[in-house]
């Protein structure tokens, strides 16, 4: 198979990072590709819950303001951008890979697959990924990955705020099934509440039991 049909490109096409942010997509549509993804995920250092990738293919034009990466937002601007994404955006795939998944295979493969899941389920066949990171999952799609790419694609962050907003949504949700550990605080990751929370209670069924801060605990569960 040939590097064009799979992998990442390489070459003049994708050098360093330029400072239009939609710069990396308008360089894949000189090369004749047309529907171009972005991917992100959040959720890969918590504690608890699911890692959840989003995959977003926007429109070649549009209002993209205020889309930045997932971090440097505000719950309230990001749930603003979310909606805006939604209705904007030509399709939008989401994948998962829960904490059993990432006690069984470790977490960066269960971010790869949940990335996976995300590009698969778009209504729209992507032809080219923008993927955030170092490291692309194993499909048959042209894909360049882009370090701190969520602050230097708009297709990457875009997917940034897709997959934060829906996985902050679902820890919510599970602070009603487990309301000793407040995850609607803290989503999962680290803090001193959830910590303390963990050596008191031990770990809940969605902590991740492989993962430093809840594996010392795993014989401390009621």
Do not use: W
């Not at 205020?66 to 399709?91: C, E, F, N, T, W």
Request: with cysteine; aromatic share 6%.
């Amino acid at each position: 198979m040939n590097r064009r049909s799979r992998g990442h490109m390489t070459g003049s096409l994708f050098e360093d990072a330029p400072r239009d942010l939609f710069a990396f997509e308008k360089r894949a549509m000189r090369r004749g590709y047309t529907a171009i993804a972005g991917i992100d995920e959040a959720g890969r250092g918590a504690l608890a819950g699911p890692v959840v990738a989003a995959a977003v293919i926007l429109p070649s034009r549009g209002d993209f303001s205020g889309i930045d990466d997932s971090k440097k937002l505000s719950p309230q601007q990001r749930d603003v951008l979310y909606d805006q994404i939604m209705a904007q955006s030509l399709a939008v795939g989401i994948g998962c890979g829960d904490e059993k998944l990432i006690d069984r295979i470790n977490i960066l493969q269960a971010t790869l697959h949940a990335m996976t899941k995300a590009v698969l389920s778009l209504s729209l066949t992507p032809d080219f990924l923008l993927i955030d990171g170092i490291s692309s999952p194993s499909l048959d799609i042209p894909a360049r990955t882009i370090k701190k790419g969520d602050s230097t694609s708009f297709s990457i962050a875009a997917a940034s705020i897709v997959a934060k907003v829906t996985r902050d949504r679902f820890m919510v949700s599970l602070g009603e099934k487990y309301p000793d550990y407040g995850f609607p605080m803290h989503k999962g990751y680290g803090s001193k509440a959830h910590m303390d929370a963990i050596a008191a209670l031990g770990p809940c069924p969605v902590h991740r039991l492989t993962f430093r801060g809840v594996r010392e605990h795993v014989g401390d569960r009621k």
